[in-house]
């Protein structure tokens, strides 16, 4: 059971690297780093539970904090670097819309 859990997240794991590595768009790409970040999350956490190391939880959620706060300060350094481009879909970023 807990090898067939651990074989989906690798292969989710794979998926998600070749979008981060293909994606059309920055955004792809910046969301397929996020979704790594959150399989090895619980990568890390299904490793302590197998292993019976309950401390492998909190190092988990470390990660998954840092996971988070990394891709909001990429987010806002894309948003203050290049504040009037627009996304491929046309849609305007959030800084465009007029209110």
Same mark, same amino acid.
């Given at each position: 059971?807990?090898?067939?859990?651990?074989?989906?997240? +690798?292969?989710?794991?794979?998926?998600? +690297?070749?979008?981060?590595?293909?994606?059309?768009?920055?955004?792809?790409?910046?969301?397929?780093?996020?979704?790594?970040?959150?399989?090895?999350?619980?990568?890390?956490?299904?490793?302590?539970?197998?292993?019976?190391?309950?401390?492998?939880?909190?190092?988990?959620? +470390?990660?998954?904090?840092?996971?988070? +706060?990394?891709?909001?300060?990429?987010?806002?350094?894309? @948003?203050?670097?290049?504040?009037?481009? @627009?996304?491929?879909?046309?849609?305007?970023?959030?800084? @465009?819309?007029?209110?």
């Amino acid at each position: 059971m807990f090898l067939a859990a651990t074989l989906a997240l +690798l292969v989710t794991l794979s998926l998600a +690297l070749v979008r981060a590595l293909l994606g059309p768009s920055l955004y792809d790409r910046i969301l397929a780093i996020n979704s790594i970040g959150t399989k090895t999350v619980l990568l890390i956490a299904l490793y302590g539970f197998l292993t019976g190391r309950p401390d492998f939880t909190d190092l988990a959620l +470390l990660y998954a904090l840092l996971n988070t +706060l990394g891709t909001v300060a990429v987010l806002a350094f894309i @948003q203050r670097q290049f504040p009037a481009q @627009q996304r491929q879909d046309g849609e305007q970023t959030l800084s @465009q819309e007029q209110p």
